[in-house]
């Protein structure tokens, strides 16, 4: 088992791999800011995406969470649409299975330059026959969502960065 990790270990370096981070990193920079714009409609949202934004900032990007008169690059993130679809039903009509899409818009600013990204992130999620989205629930799954959203993001920017090197 040792030699298959240690020839793995020795094939991506040897092969040039680098992870999603450091192509992603390469476009943000080493210290990152961000601000998420409050929705009048539903705020508890917004302290959830504000949370998962800073999140993966720190685990994803592998960079500096800062203020914004310090920051390399300045992320603003709008919340477009949070929405609940029925995927499944039981025998009795009753919905089972939800999916949770939350859209969201992502303004990068690096110096001069700024740059409009929309993502979506989906989550699906059972709940128990003829009963109700709770609010613990549904918070979860906008959090899920909005966390998958921003991997697409994430994703999005590491594409960028490999595409420029």
């Known amino acids: 088992m040792k030699y298959w990790i240690l020839s793995a270990l020795i094939l991506f370096a040897g092969c040039g791999y680098q992870p999603s981070s450091y192509y992603a990193k390469s476009v943000v920079g080493e210290s990152v800011s961000t601000e998420v714009v409050i929705s009048m409609e539903d705020p508890q949202n917004t302290v959830i995406i504000k949370d998962a934004v800073d999140m993966a900032v ?24 949070v929405g609940f679809t029925p995927l499944r039903y039981d025998t009795n009509g009753y919905v089972i299975t939800y999916r949770t899409t939350v859209v969201m818009s992502v303004e990068r600013f690096s110096g001069d330059k700024r740059e409009v990204y929309s993502t979506r992130g989906i989550y699906d999620f059972a709940i128990e026959p003829n009963a109700i989205i709770t609010d613990q629930a549904r918070f979860e799954a906008i959090r899920q969502g909005a966390q998958k959203g921003i991997d697409a993001f994430i994703a999005h920017v590491a594409a960028q960065g490999a595409n420029s090197k």
Do not use: D
Not at 58 to 81: C, D, E, G, W, Y
């Open 58 to 81: 720190i685990t994803k990007f592998r960079t500096s969470l800062v203020p914004k008169n310090a920051s390399q690059t300045h992320l603003k993130i709008a919340i477009s649409s």
